[in-house]
């Protein structure tokens, strides 16, 4: 079906101007005294105790770091401490009007925004809702370190509850929210709408992306914020993320039930660096940061910017900004002027500004400066405000006391307790539904699909009456894909999927065809060609509790998303001690034909990084079921497909492709085929190319060979490898990626260990060249072919008598192609 947005060529090419809104800035001047009638006494005295909470905090990190002690107690923390020092009135400015419901994503920086925002929460909750969170949180371990001897109010004990589990997760202590598996730049506390803040600069931009795709598709209250540094504008990820965030689709193409601008503030804190880079003058061209709204949507993402110094300035922005994100007029952006009065890290001595700078920032200090309006105002005493300033330091010392405590905060105990980080790398549960209080939002019974109904008809076996099914007649390797999702979509009320050009044309190699006629806009839609947006959002939507399977094209394009893949995609199940699930299957294509950019395989690039489960079929019937088995899983999987095979039927299973449900669990080798001289394993499309080698061995050379198809890379079964080993004696490994450092040589080493009592010559590996990947006329040179199994048989293995070498793998060779690094 045709978009509904026509493209005229007469109104594209019309002359005319475009013009801009005024952008304000720093319109708020109004202090406590201007406005004491809209704020109570509590309210302004409880900001500023945050501010001082904040400023305490980040001392004691900082005096820890630079002297070894804080106040008297010595203690050696060698972490990381990016410290929110100068920048307090910022974050409780941000928290004051925000609730549980409302959901922070912090930067490398955010201890202020973490202590703020939790603050904020507590305050606004019952007594008895803040006992259960306490009493759940970590099995009750931290509320028993903080409410022993302890005589004060329930909102007392929680603020002592709260920061006494921000600084075990930073000092790396089993009561840290985290266990300490967080730390200083990953803190978080989910009950009180503080997702994880992240050690990436920006890389909180597309995972909070996510979490608002999650609140508009699955229709839930609350927004999110995005916090950010002004250096972050400098990543391109973040530019992929606002303007994904407001793609005209979600207000024009929508269903009315969904249509509006996603949930989401883009909170810069502009204290005026990135690190030691300043942003405008040097590294930035905008000049005033607010500008780049004009540059992303007609809105301007309603940007604006706002005095940081002034808590009062940033609640009134915050009011107005929350306001426009509830009624679906989103995105927003918040350029908020701020300073840190320390450096970038504590090993920063500020080489790159001025004494007269950092003294002029000192002085306007906004902690002091609100202290006063607030004198000034009349709301309170200077003895109450001293009160609430010592009470305040008070927490943060007996805390931090508590923190390094050893026998009531100990670190994990690896020597003991040795799965300790290992039991948090996968959950491994079987969650069919994410949600099951509710039906999937679809467009009609799945029956009716015209792809379905085609599907239907055609042979669900490759081979029939000996022959091979022509492949329009066949069920195909895209069908059993489109098959596996079109089931999860009608049970799976959060299931989404999306990526470019998925929708209508129905994904570049046809998986989608005809799905849309079924799935809403809300649950299949198309993306911006924007990679690194595509994959940080699909992990903010799971961090929220959604199932999504986002695409990159070709799995080359991983580059582009390496950050979402390697630190986000993998990271956060075990970075939370397994708080957060990743119920993501990520689908990337292995191409051919089209050259160096778009023609590899990067399986091992997958498979290197922990976190990741990582899935390679071959055939429709495997593809069905691991598919099914990713889906109906917790854990984060990159799902590869090769383009070669997408049109293939099953050759392999008796009866071919079920119609019924059925999982084939992830980690298990099949055996494709059955020998007893030699072993091939074969990861994805090579399995055919070792199977024609497989045949001609026998054919040719009277050797009965075994082909084993990995599946799977991570995880991996080697028992069923290890036992065709003691039948064989002798085994090769092959797959399309490039041989060098591929996840084949790990194999390789593997099978060495675990079956050198078997072994009648080493285990040889046949990868694709250490080059670019040549024109499609050259790739029988490039990628693995049935001649090159089987000169490396004989060149490597076992000679076979009379065959003549087409491919060369002497070990000359081998030595001379390293020496040259090809």
Not at 472 to 499: N, W
Not at 659 to 687: M, N
Request: proline letters at 5%; glycine letters at 8%.
């Amino acid at each position: 079906m045709p978009k509904s947005i026509n493209i005229d060529p007469v109104e594209r090419r019309k002359p005319g101007e475009l013009t801009f809104k005024p952008i304000q800035l720093n319109q708020y001047q109004k202090r406590v005294k201007d406005v004491k009638d809209e704020y109570t006494k509590e309210e302004l005295i409880h900001m500023y105790r945050d501010m001082i909470l904040i400023r305490e905090f980040e001392t004691m990190l900082q005096d820890l770091r630079a002297t070894g002690e804080y106040r008297g107690t010595k203690y050696s923390y060698t972490g990381p401490a990016h410290l929110y020092l100068g920048q307090e009135a910022t974050a409780v400015g941000q928290s004051f009007i925000l609730d549980k419901d409302d959901l922070v994503f912090g930067n490398h920086r955010s201890h202020g925004e973490l202590i703020a925002k939790g603050m904020s929460a507590l305050e606004k909750l019952e007594d008895k809702d803040l006992m259960e969170i306490m009493e759940k949180s970590h099995d009750g371990a931290q509320l028993r370190v903080v409410e022993k001897g302890f005589k004060g109010s329930v909102k007392e004990l929680a603020t002592r509850f709260y920061i006494y589990g921000i600084a075990t997760e930073i000092l790396g202590r089993k009561n840290g929210f985290a266990q300490g598996l967080g730390n200083s730049m990953h803190a978080f506390f989910i009950p009180f709408g503080v997702y994880p803040n992240n050690a990436i600069v920006g890389g909180s931009a597309p995972v909070a992306l996510g979490a608002a795709l999650y609140r508009r598709v699955n229709k839930q209250d609350g927004i999110i914020i995005a916090n950010a540094g002004d250096g972050s504008l400098g990543c391109g990820p973040v530019w992929e993320s606002m303007n994904m965030a407001a793609m005209d689709q979600l207000t024009q193409l929508w269903d009315e039930a969904h249509k509006g601008g996603l949930p989401i503030l883009f909170n810069f804190n502009n204290n005026g660096y990135g690190m030691g880079g300043q942003t405008v003058g040097e590294t930035m061209a905008y000049n005033v940061l607010a500008r780049v709204g004009a540059g992303i949507s007609p809105t301007q993402l309603h940007a604006e910017r706002v005095d940081g110094y002034n808590p009062l300035a940033v609640i009134d922005a915050m009011k107005r900004k929350k306001e426009i994100l509830v009624k679906g007029e989103g995105p927003a952006l918040l350029d908020v002027v701020t300073y840190r009065i320390a450096g970038h890290s504590t090993s920063d001595a500020n080489p790159y500004r001025s004494k007269e700078e950092l003294e002029a920032w000192k002085n306007a200090d906004a902690i002091l400066s609100f202290r006063n309006d607030i004198l000034e105002a009349g709301m309170t005493t200077e003895k109450e405000l001293d009160e609430v300033k010592e009470a305040a330091e008070t927490v943060i010392e007996e805390v931090f006391k508590l923190s390094i405590d050893d026998s009531v905060s100990p670190r994990m105990d690896l020597m003991n307790e040795v799965d300790s980080i290992e039991k948090y790398m996968f959950s491994n549960e079987k969650i069919p539904s994410m949600d099951t209080t509710r039906e999937p939002d679809v467009l009609g019974p799945k029956e009716e699909n015209t792809r379905v109904k085609r599907i239907a008809k055609k042979e669900r076996a490759g081979i029939k009456d000996g022959k091979t099914v022509p492949s329009v007649k066949a069920f195909q390797f895209r069908d059993a894909v489109f098959e596996a999702l079109m089931d999860k979509f009608y049970e799976d009320p959060t299931l989404i999927s999306f990526g470019e050009d998925l929708r209508d044309w129905g994904g570049a190699y046809g998986v989608y065809k005809n799905m849309e006629e079924s799935i809403p806009y809300h649950r299949l839609f198309n993306t911006p060609i924007s990679e690194s947006a595509i994959v940080g959002a699909a992990v903010g939507y799971a961090m929220l509790g959604g199932r999504s399977v986002p695409e990159l094209m070709y799995c080359d394009f991983m580059g582009r998303a390496g950050d979402e893949i390697f630190n986000q995609l993998a990271k956060w199940q075990s970075m939370t001690a397994g708080q957060l699930k990743m119920p993501v299957v990520l689908r990337t294509s292995v191409g051919a034909k089209y050259g160096a950019q778009h023609s590899q395989d990067w399986t091992s690039l997958c498979a290197h990084i922990p976190g990741l489960k990582v899935v390679f079929p071959a055939t429709p019937y495997d593809a069905k079921g691991l598919m099914n088995a990713a889906l109906n899983g917790s854990d984060p999987v990159v799902f590869f497909e090769s383009q070669r095979l997408y049109g293939v039927g099953e050759m392999f299973h008796e009866g071919g492709v079920p119609e019924e449900y059925y999982e084939i669990p992830l980690g298990e080798p099949d055996i494709k085929r059955v020998g007893t001289d030699l072993t091939i394993l074969s990861i994805g499309a090579t399995l055919y190319k070792a199977i024609e080698a497989a045949e001609r061995l026998e054919k040719e050379y009277g050797l009965s060979v075994e082909v084993i198809d990995a599946r799977s890379v991570v995880p991996f079964n080697f028992e069923p490898v290890i036992e065709s080993v003691k039948k064989t004696g002798r085994i090769l490994l092959t797959s399309d990626a490039c041989q060098r450092n591929s996840i084949l040589n790990d194999f390789a080493q593997n099978i060495s260990e675990l079956a050198f009592d078997y072994l009648d010559a080493p285990p040889v590996v046949v990868g694709s060249r250490n080059w670019i990947t040549p024109i499609d006329e050259l790739e029988e040179f490039f990628f693995p072919q049935a001649d090159t199994i089987i000169d490396a048989v004989h060149e490597k293995i076992v000679p076979l008598a009379g065959h003549k070498v087409k491919f060369n793998h002497t070990k000359v060779e081998q030595i001379r192609r390293y020496k040259f690094g090809v």
